[in-house]
């Protein structure tokens, strides 16, 4: 069975350059995750969804959006980049979303801002 | 709200020690606990999970934890370290409260170096 896989593994932009960030989950996996990982701030909620709908939202500002397609894949869109949005960011899926299922992770996207 | 703190930014270990990582945590309902592993240049790898079965939970690799509500402690153990257990990690917590729906929190992290 295929993991979660994530698209571009690695990628480079510019202040000010918005980036796209794909995510394929698990096949039958509902619910779609994103977290942002950095030294400074550690592991952060970035938003859920799950079915389409977005159930959950962390605290981030408006230029950070996702989506969920019919298929359950997802993407979530970084408009106006800014130095400090360098990460890597994470995504994870499961059947119906935690805690009561278990989330997997994908190996995450670098995106690096200059 | 929900917090997880980890006790500990770096642990360093002799292979064949006993490996303590801690994990405390601040949760108003009844909390799922995990614990998740991260390799370098890798996603998260789930090592055990909490959900109220049992309060010793066994997990891969040889690594358990015990949830102590008194304490508010869920701490990760292993009872002698390898090489390949060198990595970072990282303990989180949920819940099934509406404001929670899909949302991990998760602690700062700690970082397990094994010496030979």
């Known amino acids: 069975k295929a993991g979660v896989t994530q698209t571009p593994r690695y990628l480079i932009k510019t202040r000010g350059q918005q980036v796209t960030l794909s995510c394929s989950p698990i096949s039958g996996h509902r619910s779609v995750s994103w977290y942002q990982q950095t030294p400074g701030q550690g592991l952060q909620f970035l938003f859920e969804?799950?079915?389409?709908?977005?159930?959950n939202k962390g605290n981030f500002p408006g230029r950070f959006s996702g989506r969920q397609f019919s298929n359950s894949r997802s993407e979530m869109n970084v408009s106006t980049l800014e130095l400090g949005d360098s990460a890597l960011y994470l995504c994870a899926s499961s059947l119906a979303g935690p805690p009561t299922d278990t989330i997997y992770f994908g190996e995450g996207s670098w995106l690096t801002v200059v | 709200a929900q917090s997880v703190t980890q006790l500990g930014s770096h642990v360093s270990v002799s292979e064949g020690a006993l490996v303590l990582l801690r994990c405390n945590y601040s949760?108003?309902?009844?909390?799922?606990l995990f614990w998740y592993v991260q390799y370098p240049n890798q996603g998260l790898q789930l090592l055990l999970k909490?959900?109220?079965?049992?309060?010793l939970v066994k997990g891969i690799n040889g690594f358990e934890a015990e949830f102590k509500k008194s304490e508010t402690s869920f701490h990760l153990t292993k009872p002698s370290a390898h090489m390949s257990d060198a990595a970072e990690y990282f303990c989180?917590?949920?819940?099934?409260?509406?404001?929670?729906?899909?949302?991990?929190?998760f602690g700062q992290g700690t970082t397990l170096q094994v010496k030979p």
């Open positions: 969804y799950f079915s389409e709908t977005q159930r």
């Open positions: 949760s108003s309902v009844p909390p799922y």
């Open positions: 909490y959900t109220s079965a049992a309060t």
């Open positions: 989180a917590v949920s819940d099934l409260g509406s404001s929670n729906t899909g949302k991990l929190i």
